[in-house]
């Protein structure tokens, strides 16, 4: 089967400013930028520098101030609320630093939730989850609640939940700043895994410029605007 030549995903000279009385404060500025279909992207840059709003943007979590951002050629922000919710649950899966799983339920029920959310078959949904968890190497954990994890196990249940519903594209925000460098990089190269073996793409936030030198292409956010990541900053240290 040919591949579509349309980007899965298209930000398009997007801006965002924040109100606070008469003041504006510029977070983002035309920013433009295009991800493909199972690519893996890092945007690095300092706390404060607009990526995660970017992020948010992308993932219909906040609305742009002036541009565009399409998915699959739909203008997400010209859509209804509640086709938005459809978009975040059955074409978007979301990962963040704080792994944000309930911390009443076992491993396998947190990476249920957003298929039985869709309204998918519980035996089928349960069946899913329990692959997953076999894939992330927690097969044998998937009865534990969030609490009986470490750091590292409860951010592979999240990427996990990211997953169940198959979406076409993953949001990260700094998935691995609570986690040793051991786990982290686990974490990385499982997220690179998963997106050769499943065709998702990933955009993950960070400003680990060694975690994110692993991906396939690296931008840098600075002062709101994106920019190519310079080849010295992206180096591995061996």
Do not use: W
């Not at 398009?12 to 400013?17: A, F, L």
């Not at 930028?33 to 943007?57: M, P, R």
């Not at 541009?67 to 074409?91: C, F, M, P, V, Y």
């Not at 968890?133 to 999240?158: K, M, Y």
Request: charged share 20%.
């Amino acid at each position: 089967m040919t591949k579509s030549s349309t980007p899965l995903l298209q930000v398009c000279n997007v801006s965002k400013h924040y109100l606070e009385g008469d003041i504006a404060t510029e977070v983002l500025t035309n920013v433009d930028l295009v991800v493909n279909a199972s690519e893996q992207l890092a945007i690095v840059g300092t706390s404060g520098s607009g990526k995660s709003t970017l992020l948010h943007l992308m993932g219909t979590l906040d609305t742009p101030s002036a541009g565009k951002i399409l998915l699959d050629g739909e203008d997400l922000h010209q859509l209804s609320a509640t086709r938005q919710a459809q978009i975040r649950n059955q074409d978007l899966g979301f990962i963040y630093q704080f792994h944000h799983l309930l911390p009443e339920f076992s491993a396998l029920e947190n990476v249920s939730m957003p298929g039985l959310i869709q309204g998918l078959d519980k035996k089928q949904v349960h069946q899913q989850a329990r692959d997953l968890l076999e894939r992330v190497g927690l097969g044998h954990r998937i009865e534990h609640t969030p609490a009986q994890l470490s750091g590292g196990e409860r951010q592979r249940v999240a990427i996990a939940r990211a997953l169940i519903n198959q979406p076409k594209l993953v949001l990260a925000d700094e998935p691995t700043g609570n986690l040793d460098a051991s786990s982290g990089d686990a974490v990385y190269g499982l997220i690179r895994e998963l997106s050769q073996q499943l065709g998702t793409a990933f955009v993950v936030v960070t400003h680990d410029y060694k975690l994110a030198a692993r991906m396939d292409r690296q931008l840098t956010m600075k002062d709101g605007k994106l920019q190519q990541a310079e080849d010295n900053v992206m180096e591995i240290v061996s």
